[in-house]
């Protein structure tokens, strides 16, 4: 029964999001709709039973799916499959059969229908050797699971596949499509760091391939997932590239989903003028393209400055306006919009109205947590208003439990492991864009001398000496050219790195100067507190409190030293590898020694860094997974080559070449950033041997 009551959720909430999206993303508004399908209508009474009216029905199907009707969406798609069928067009029939899966994605109201319909398309792929349909067919089965909880598990999958066939393609348009998806996926369940680096995958395919369409959906959305860790300034500067797109498109649905969304971000930083006059603006826009599904959200959000400005009555009316809108829009039956339902419990809240905050907390919560993935943000919030309610009504036990849930919700959203993921993502989007366009001038200089050559042997062949100088003096000039992009090239790697060293040394002290100062100080306090009058289980729990403290503290401390060691920069490679072993040593059960009598002389700082973290990466493998009692390191050195091993007498492992881990794939990426490689030798019983060569 609970699990008929969440798929009914997903299936509604699905249709909701995926419609919202779809209309925010694809910018069409329904005017210029109405006139779309107005001019497919007149073409449709002029053409034959042929495979141009099989193009025209599916045109159809697509524009009133765009506009919002469903019934009608369907009706036409069916006629386009049935024509082709009859015509044995199975291109048509494919592509119609498609579309028909991909509106039953919103509806989940016939989901075995859709499934019946993708076996027939397998069938027709096969025939055509269209690996495109079939990976399309993946894309599609993908967002029919979404709402089903028990196949969850099958949708990355599915994905992958999809995303394999596109890459042997060489569609970088339907990439940036898988990415964008699985992008979605993993903002839903809170996981933000990975959300940003697959938009940012996406966004690099798309930009690559000039996909507009591509980007009208990923720009807003990564901008999103930044406003959501707080990274304001990062998030406007991708609403303002956004829109651009929109403006490009004449988009306007767009332009209000971005106004609501910079509206979103001057709540949070207190500026409610500016919130409530760019959701004013949002407001007209969506009134004049009569756009149902995004102007409720517009009132909710108006409801929630409003909240924030301790103006109840205002943020009573519009959030009620909203909720009004949204139900006669979508007609969800009981189903909560949370932005609604956490309005509505604030401003009950802030009236001391506590039993109508707990039921409107309570079942929004129930609808978040039942979600898949939850909800988190939401739950967040609802724990928050249940705890307060508690509180205030002298249920002290209930207030603590919610409390707790909202820490652990809170803290599961935002930490500083996913800044610094998301952070170091969209630097390295950054780079590998500028070494694209580095290459690309190289690249393009390249063909316009090549293209000079071939002019000049063409019109002056009787003149093969003086060409010849010409083409001498011409490559010499090229070659001039080459090295000093490739040393501007390597100006900017130098630079992206000192600014990541500065950024390092800043964040460790932030942690070791500022936050470890200010746990200690906590820790002092609570130390000097007069527990005598605590019972046992009070005294426990102060303890663990104590520990918790103590244990936070060292871990800030280590994270702040790993980050920048000051003997990697004072003292160099070596001295901060001895350091280091000097340490682990102190573990009976676990030897480490160094070698670093080859090292003759100090490597270039960059170079330091990156085998620092490396040899952590692998120390980290050999205390986890080897089960040894001695770890040889050696760093050896010539002309040409700094060459470093990590050995260990453990239990060995078979190779997988595509097993790799993340700890694993961390370490090819930096020894690929020295030009190096990297040697694995293993087998069972026989220990671990990692060989890694650099240049000097």
């Given at each position: 029964?609970?699990?008929?009551?969440?798929?009914?959720?997903?299936?509604?909430?699905?249709?909701?999001?995926?419609?919202?999206?779809?209309?925010?993303?694809?910018?069409?508004?329904?005017?210029?709709?109405?006139?779309?399908?107005?001019?497919?209508?007149?073409?449709?009474?002029?053409?034959?039973?042929?495979?141009?009216?099989?193009?025209?029905?599916?045109?159809?199907?697509?524009?009133?799916?765009?506009?919002?009707?469903?019934?009608?969406?369907?009706?036409?798609?069916?006629?386009?499959?049935?024509?082709?069928?009859?015509?044995?067009?199975?291109?048509?029939?494919?592509?119609?059969?498609?579309?028909?899966?991909?509106?039953?994605?919103?509806?989940?109201?016939?989901?075995?229908?859709?499934?019946?319909?993708?076996?027939?398309?397998?069938?027709?792929?096969?025939?055509?050797?269209?690996?495109?349909?079939?990976?399309?067919?993946?894309?599609?089965?993908?967002?029919?699971?979404?709402?089903?909880?028990?196949?969850?598990?099958?949708?990355?999958?599915?994905?992958?596949?999809?995303?394999?066939?596109?890459?042997?393609?060489?569609?970088?348009?339907?990439?940036?499509?898988?990415?964008?998806?699985?992008?979605?996926?993993?903002?839903?369940?809170?996981?933000?760091?990975?959300?940003?680096?697959?938009?940012?995958?996406?966004?690099?395919?798309?930009?690559?391939?000039?996909?507009?369409?591509?980007?009208?959906?990923?720009?807003?959305?990564?901008?999103?997932?930044?406003?959501?860790?707080?990274?304001?300034?990062?998030?406007?500067?991708?609403?303002?590239?956004?829109?651009?797109?929109?403006?490009?498109?004449?988009?306007?649905?767009?332009?209000?989903?971005?106004?609501?969304?910079?509206?979103?971000?001057?709540?949070?930083?207190?500026?409610?003028?500016?919130?409530?006059?760019?959701?004013?603006?949002?407001?007209?826009?969506?009134?004049?393209?009569?756009?149902?599904?995004?102007?409720?959200?517009?009132?909710?959000?108006?409801?929630?400055?409003?909240?924030?400005?301790?103006?109840?009555?205002?943020?009573?009316?519009?959030?009620?306006?909203?909720?009004?809108?949204?139900?006669?829009?979508?007609?969800?039956?009981?189903?909560?919009?949370?932005?609604?339902?956490?309005?509505?419990?604030?401003?009950?809240?802030?009236?001391?109205?506590?039993?109508?905050?707990?039921?409107?907390?309570?079942?929004?919560?129930?609808?978040?947590?039942?979600?898949?993935?939850?909800?988190?943000?939401?739950?967040?919030?609802?724990?928050?208003?249940?705890?307060?309610?508690?509180?205030?009504?002298?249920?002290?036990?209930?207030?603590?439990?919610?409390?707790?849930?909202?820490?652990?919700?809170?803290?599961?959203?935002?930490?500083?492991?996913?800044?610094?993921?998301?952070?170091?993502?969209?630097?390295?989007?950054?780079?590998?864009?500028?070494?694209?366009?580095?290459?690309?001038?190289?690249?393009?200089?390249?063909?316009?001398?090549?293209?000079?050559?071939?002019?000049?042997?063409?019109?002056?062949?009787?003149?093969?000496?003086?060409?010849?100088?010409?083409?001498?003096?011409?490559?010499?000039?090229?070659?001039?050219?080459?090295?000093?992009?490739?040393?501007?090239?390597?100006?900017?790697?130098?630079?992206?790195?000192?600014?990541?060293?500065?950024?390092?040394?800043?964040?460790?002290?932030?942690?070791?100067?500022?936050?470890?100062?200010?746990?200690?100080?906590?820790?002092?306090?609570?130390?000097?507190?007069?527990?005598?009058?605590?019972?046992?289980?009070?005294?426990?729990f102060y303890a663990g409190l104590i520990q918790m403290l103590e244990d936070v503290y060292s871990d800030v401390r280590q994270i702040s030293h790993n980050?920048?060691?000051?003997?990697?920069?004072?003292?160099?490679?070596?001295?901060?590898?001895?350091?280091?072993?000097?340490?682990?040593?102190?573990?009976?059960?676990?030897?480490?020694?160094?070698?670093?009598?080859?090292?003759?002389?100090?490597?270039?700082?960059?170079?330091?860094?990156?085998?620092?973290?490396?040899?952590?990466?692998?120390?980290?493998?050999?205390?986890?997974?080897?089960?040894?009692?001695?770890?040889?390191?050696?760093?050896?050195?010539?002309?040409?080559?700094?060459?470093?091993?990590?050995?260990?007498?453990?239990?060995?492992?078979?190779?997988?070449?595509?097993?790799?881990?993340?700890?694993?794939?961390?370490?090819?990426?930096r020894v690929d950033t020295l030009e190096g490689t990297c040697r694995i030798e293993s087998s069972p019983g026989h220990g671990t041997r990692v060989e890694?060569?650099?240049?000097?």
């Amino acid at each position: 029964m609970l699990q008929s009551h969440v798929l009914r959720i997903r299936s509604l909430l699905n249709r909701i999001v995926r419609k919202s999206a779809l209309l925010i993303l694809l910018g069409v508004c329904l005017q210029v709709q109405g006139q779309k399908i107005d001019s497919l209508q007149k073409q449709l009474a002029r053409t034959r039973l042929d495979t141009n009216r099989v193009h025209t029905l599916y045109e159809l199907s697509y524009a009133y799916w765009l506009g919002g009707d469903d019934s009608l969406a369907i009706f036409y798609g069916i006629q386009s499959a049935q024509l082709a069928k009859r015509l044995g067009f199975l291109q048509g029939e494919g592509k119609a059969r498609l579309r028909l899966v991909r509106i039953e994605a919103d509806r989940l109201v016939d989901v075995q229908g859709a499934f019946a319909q993708l076996d027939t398309v397998r069938l027709i792929s096969i025939k055509l050797k269209d690996r495109h349909m079939e990976a399309e067919s993946y894309i599609r089965k993908a967002q029919l699971l979404e709402g089903n909880l028990t196949r969850q598990k099958e949708t990355m999958p599915l994905l992958d596949k999809a995303n394999a066939i596109f890459i042997d393609l060489n569609d970088k348009p339907w990439q940036g499509t898988v990415f964008n998806e699985k992008a979605q996926i993993f903002a839903r369940s809170g996981q933000f760091s990975k959300s940003v680096e697959l938009y940012l995958k996406a966004r690099q395919l798309q930009e690559e391939a000039n996909d507009l369409a591509g980007l009208r959906s990923t720009l807003p959305n990564l901008g999103v997932v930044y406003s959501a860790l707080g990274l304001y300034t990062e998030a406007l500067k991708i609403f303002d590239e956004a829109a651009i797109v929109a403006k490009k498109r004449n988009d306007k649905l767009l332009e209000a989903f971005l106004l609501n969304q910079r509206a979103d971000i001057f709540e949070k930083e207190g500026k409610y003028s500016a919130a409530l006059t760019a959701l004013s603006e949002a407001e007209t826009i969506n009134k004049a393209i009569h756009a149902v599904y995004s102007l409720p959200k517009v009132y909710a959000r108006m409801g929630k400055v409003y909240i924030k400005r301790k103006d109840y009555e205002n943020a009573l009316k519009f959030t009620q306006l909203g909720d009004k809108l949204y139900r006669d829009a979508v007609d969800l039956g009981d189903f909560v919009d949370h932005m609604v339902q956490l309005n509505y419990g604030k401003i009950y809240l802030a009236k001391k109205q506590y039993n109508r905050v707990l039921s409107y907390a309570a079942k929004g919560l129930a609808f978040a947590e039942e979600s898949d993935p939850p909800l988190l943000a939401e739950a967040a919030e609802y724990h928050w208003l249940l705890a307060q309610s508690y509180e205030a009504t002298n249920r002290t036990d209930k207030a603590l439990f919610h409390y707790k849930k909202f820490k652990m919700a809170s803290d599961s959203l935002l930490n500083k492991e996913s800044l610094q993921k998301a952070t170091a993502s969209a630097m390295n989007y950054e780079f590998d864009k500028q070494r694209q366009q580095t290459k690309l001038s190289l690249q393009t200089l390249k063909n316009d001398k090549l293209t000079q050559a071939r002019n000049f042997l063409v019109g002056l062949s009787a003149l093969a000496i003086l060409l010849a100088g010409i083409i001498f003096w011409s490559n010499r000039k090229l070659t001039a050219k080459n090295h000093e992009l490739t040393v501007k090239n390597r100006e900017i790697e130098e630079a992206l790195f000192k600014g990541q060293s500065i950024e390092r040394k800043r964040v460790a002290s932030e942690l070791h100067d500022n936050l470890n100062t200010k746990l200690a100080a906590l820790r002092w306090r609570m130390e000097a507190w007069d527990v005598s009058d605590y019972n046992e289980e009070d005294r426990k729990f102060y303890a663990g409190l104590i520990q918790m403290l103590e244990d936070v503290y060292s871990d800030v401390r280590q994270i702040s030293h790993n980050l920048l060691p000051t003997e990697l920069q004072t003292q160099g490679l070596a001295s901060a590898l001895q350091t280091l072993t000097d340490k682990l040593n102190f573990n009976p059960h676990m030897q480490f020694s160094l070698d670093k009598s080859g090292l003759k002389k100090r490597p270039d700082s960059k170079i330091e860094f990156e085998l620092y973290h490396v040899v952590l990466e692998l120390i980290n493998n050999s205390i986890k997974h080897s089960q040894a009692d001695q770890v040889v390191l050696s760093l050896t050195q010539n002309a040409r080559k700094i060459l470093l091993s990590v050995s260990d007498n453990g239990v060995g492992f078979t190779i997988d070449p595509q097993a790799n881990g993340i700890g694993m794939r961390n370490i090819l990426a930096r020894v690929d950033t020295l030009e190096g490689t990297c040697r694995i030798e293993s087998s069972p019983g026989h220990g671990t041997r990692v060989e890694i060569e650099v240049p000097a």
